[in-house]
């Protein structure tokens, strides 16, 4: 769905104009990100896919199922649920970075950064609306 100038700014105060995930302030560029996705059709040509654009559950186009999301949130999140995404960065967290990342390993040894073992717990989910 297509949101109106007004439904786009309902939705961007929806976590006080802030990342509904990692927390970080909105600035004018910001994507309406679908909670559970609607996840559209791909198509294979030639060793490329191409997205058609249809959807293949098109009841969850609604502005109840978005959350403002910063750029790289939404990117990262792509059209895994919740719990998949929660995986995913604990993955990172737990396997992947200081494997990965001479960078990262070296900053560790040098005390920093900090790798916590909290649970992942995203920026609505410990949002309160102060009014």
Same mark, same amino acid.
């Given at each position: 769905?297509? &949101?109106?100038?007004?439904?786009?700014?309902?939705? =961007?105060?929806?976590?006080?104009?802030?990342? %509904?995930? !990692? @927390? *970080?302030?909105? @600035?004018?560029?910001?994507?309406? *990100?679908?909670?559970?996705?609607? =996840?559209?059709?791909?198509?294979?040509?030639?060793?490329?896919?191409?997205? #058609?654009?249809?959807?293949?559950?098109?009841?969850? *186009?609604?502005?109840?199922?978005?959350?403002?999301? !910063?750029?790289? !949130?939404?990117?990262?999140? #792509?059209?895994?649920? &919740? =719990? +998949?995404?929660?995986?995913? &960065? /604990?993955?990172?967290?737990?396997?992947?970075?200081?494997?990965? +990342?001479?960078?990262?390993?070296? &900053?560790?040894?040098?005390?920093?950064?900090?790798?916590?073992?909290?649970?992942?717990?995203?920026?609505?989910?410990?949002?309160?609306? /102060? %009014?």
């Amino acid at each position: 769905m297509k &949101l109106t100038k007004s439904q786009r700014e309902e939705l =961007k105060n929806k976590y006080g104009g802030h990342c %509904a995930y !990692c @927390g *970080d302030e909105l @600035g004018d560029k910001w994507h309406a *990100d679908h909670i559970e996705a609607v =996840k559209r059709d791909i198509i294979h040509v030639g060793g490329g896919k191409l997205v #058609s654009g249809e959807m293949t559950r098109p009841h969850l *186009d609604t502005i109840e199922n978005m959350n403002p999301a !910063c750029i790289p !949130c939404n990117s990262n999140k #792509s059209s895994m649920s &919740l =719990k +998949s995404w929660r995986s995913l &960065l /604990t993955h990172y967290r737990d396997v992947q970075l200081l494997r990965d +990342s001479t960078h990262a390993r070296h &900053l560790h040894r040098f005390g920093l950064i900090e790798i916590k073992s909290e649970p992942v717990v995203f920026f609505f989910e410990k949002y309160e609306v /102060t %009014a």
